[in-house]
């Protein structure tokens, strides 16, 4: 059985892009990863950003053999990520059962996970659509201090902009709004929330 296989990549590389081979699944050993696709006018779109311990690809899992991936996986980062080919990933699922049901949870989240993105695109203004999506942010990655709670390695106005389907420009003038009325601080590395109930009234 083939083994896994490591691979580490500098800040910006491509992990894979769309038309390539969609024959792995990839879990993340260490740094950040975009999973996103480009428009047909070249705008890119952001699908999703994983960390430490989460897995992507796992669509290789239920296509066929010569499909080709829609998506890019690029590093946010330095990152490590191990992959597993498609074929041997089957293989193991089959043999536990807890290992498939694993995928079908993943599978199921991020369906959902774009439904709600959809919804929030279609029935929500930009203002809205960034604030909640700092919420989820702190909802997933958020850690605890006191009353207040901060999110390490927050992410540039551009790359909330592409994953809320905003401007950046606009995501500048919410969290400085923000910033005013003394709900949140941020910078470069994190951002800091100091009243989540009061960022809920927001919306």
């Known amino acids: 059985m083939q083994s896994t296989h490591l691979t580490k990549f500098e800040k ?36 999703a950003i ?18 080709k991936r829609r998506d890019f996986a690029q590093s946010m980062e330095k990152s490590a990520v191990c992959d597993l080919s498609a074929d041997q990933m089957k293989m193991l699922m089959k043999d536990h059962s807890s290992l498939s049901m694993f995928f079908m949870k ?15 695109m279609v029935f929500k203004d930009s203002r809205t659509r960034i604030i909640e ?5 702190v909802d997933r990655k958020g850690q605890r201090v006191g009353y207040e709670w901060v999110i390490r390695n927050f992410l540039t106005h ?3 902009a592409n994953i809320t389907a905003t401007s950046r420009q606009t995501v500048t003038t919410v969290l400085n709004e923000l910033k005013n009325k003394n709900l949140i601080t941020f910078n470069r590395k994190r951002l800091l929330l100091r009243d989540f109930e009061k960022l809920k009234e927001e919306v």
């Not at 199921?108 to 439904?115: A, K």
């Open 12 to 47: 910006n590389e491509f992990i894979f892009l769309p038309e390539q081979s969609n024959d792995k699944v990839f879990f993340i050993i260490e740094g950040r990863i975009k999973i996103g696709s480009y428009s047909d006018t070249g705008k890119e779109i952001t699908k």
């Open 50 to 67: 994983l960390s430490k311990g989460e897995v992507f690809g796992e669509l290789s899992l239920i296509g066929d053999e010569d499909e």
């Open 106 to 120: 993943i599978m199921g989240s991020r369906v959902l996970e774009m439904e709600k993105r959809l919804e929030s």
């Open 133 to 137: 999506y700092i919420m989820e942010l």
């Open 158 to 160: 551009q790359e909330i």
